[in-house]
């Protein structure tokens, strides 16, 4: 038998084997495989939970923050209030002045403010948690901002309506709008959802607050 007889048939033995070795390496790197990416999903449940978890203590957390969800819908129906009559308040004055309409603006004119008095109660200032009753007065400052120089649209003096005012009202307004519009987000950043279904609507009728002062770029409650 020649060498070269005898070398193939050592070597084939030698090559199944080798290919076999081979053979369960590959399945020990897949089996190797298959157990990180069990680990990897077992990971991310773990950290899915462990955010699940956070998010549900601060959630926990700003909810025991709060003394009652009264105040926190109390003032939000108090800025949404205040935000629908300014955004009415645009309407009718737009309406006014683009139809030259006297009675609609003279109307609009005596449903501005001469003073803040009845926007927010003293009792209410001081047993709204503290953050909270520092954006319930900033509401009413915007409100009041836009609503103070409403009376100007009719001129008491010559008893007639001002319609070269109407654009300048229009801006404040939408000023103030916007304030409010900041305020509200900024409760909705603070209080989870879950914590304030909060009823949207009107106050009941008869519902009166009243006294604050409001001196140039502060709110004191008296």
Known sequence: MKLVEIMTIVALPVS??????????TYLTRKALDLARDSLNAAKK??????KSTELAIRTMQIEMLPSA????????ALEQWLKDLESAIEIASVAERQRDS??????ARAGLETPKGLVRQFDAEHTPKWLSTIWLAGAQYYYDAKAPQ????RKAD??????????FIIRCKGSIVGIQHLLQMINDVVPAVSCPCVRGNLPSGFRVKILKITSFSVVAL
């Open 70 to 77: 009264y105040w926190v819908i109390q003032v939000q129906i």
């Open 159 to 168: 008893d007639e309506s001002w319609f070269e005012f109407v654009p300048d």
């Open 16 to 25: 199944v084997i080798a290919l076999a070795v081979v053979s369960y390496q």
């Open 103 to 108: 009675y609609k603006l003279h109307a609009l």
């Open 151 to 154: 009376a100007n649209l009719w």
């Open 46 to 51: 773990v950290m899915d939970s462990a955010t």
